[in-house]
């Protein structure tokens, strides 16, 4: 089964939202990612990539590879934020909690990262990346326990990067 996740995390309307960037890093990721509602023009809600939340999806629906859009919104960040637990009440925690008003509280902890200054928009290849795109992408796989099967760099559909068939084994 594949799973689609964007190389970061939105949410739509209001609830917990842990990685959620309420400044000019988050206002960068909606308008560079076009976060607005088909329908109502909603502004999406942006944040660093959730690997905890991401990881807990595939497990929970039977998710076997990824494909992973919008890696071009990421470009030009001098430093990009990876959540890999969260921390809740002195606890740490490598889930998202069940309870509403525990996920109201979890505070996100941050991996830390390289970014990029190159641009991967139109690559079609995995030689096209940037390493620290690569890098960017592989540590990805490895938080969320699944593998990567896609990755895409612009809105075109000729813009994906094919790294494994998702649909083989």
Do not use: N
């Amino acid at each position: 089964m594949l799973g689609i996740a964007k190389a970061y995390t939105t949410r739509v309307g209001s609830g917990p939202f842990p990685t959620e960037l309420d400044d000019e890093t988050g206002q960068q990721l909606g308008e560079r990612g076009h976060e607005f509602g088909t329908v109502t023009g909603r502004k999406r809600r942006c944040g660093w990539f959730d690997a905890v939340l991401v990881r807990q999806s595939c497990a929970v629906s039977g998710v076997t590879g990824i494909a992973l859009t919008k890696l071009d919104v990421l470009d030009g960040f001098e430093t990009i934020r990876i959540c890999t637990g969260y921390r809740l009440r002195g606890k740490i925690l490598d889930y998202f909690p069940s309870h509403a008003a525990d996920q109201a509280a979890v505070e996100p902890i941050y991996e830390e990262m390289d970014g990029w200054s190159e641009s991967t928009a139109g690559a079609r290849s995995y030689a096209d990346l940037p390493a620290q795109a690569i890098k960017y992408i592989q540590r990805v796989q490895e938080l969320i326990e699944t593998p990567i099967a896609l990755v895409s760099t612009s809105p075109e559909r000729e813009d994906t990067i094919l790294i494994r068939d998702p649909f083989s084994d």
